[in-house]
């Protein structure tokens, strides 16, 4: 019996995310893939502290999220294969089933807090929706930097009480 799907090395792209972005309530991000775009939404992204990888249909894609050296990075790479809109796949052992909608291209919700949506290149985003990221990427980023200017007031705050308990 052939193997349904045939493995291929094929080179890795890699997704740096910043710090505004890994203290942010959610990441979103769009590869280029095939003449595809590829959105990825991950929700709350600083509570992946390993790695673990998501796929979607068609040629399977990998993502696999990882916090190393203090760099939080998307990392990705292929699985050639097929499957169809009505069809699950199995990969280790993990059931992945695809929601089709035609409008909006391929949605693949494999964990509760993230998704995939593949939509063709030449789909245009409304004049609006591209308004609206715009304000809500200056806010969060306003957020995430107060976010981490806390945790920095906490750490120096905790090294501040570390000094005097060991000197004194």
Sequence with gaps: ?????KIQPLPTFIIE????????DSI???IEYNSCYIDINISNPKNYLEGFSICFASNVLFIIIELKDNIFKL?????HGYCTSDQPIII???KIEFDFDKK???CCKVFDNI??????KDTPKSINEEKKEA????????NSLKKFHKLLCQKEYYLNELEHTLYN
Aim: glycine share 8%; net charge positive.
């Design 1 to 5: 019996m052939q193997s349904r799907y």
């Design 17 to 24: 995310v910043t710090l505004d972005e890994l203290f942010s």
């Design 28 to 30: 979103t991000k769009t």
């Design 75 to 79: 990392k990705g790479n292929e699985l």
């Design 92 to 94: 280790n052992g993990k």
């Design 104 to 106: 909006t291209g391929i």
């Design 115 to 120: 998704k995939m949506f593949l939509h063709l």
């Design 135 to 142: 304000s809500k990427k200056e806010m969060s980023t306003v």
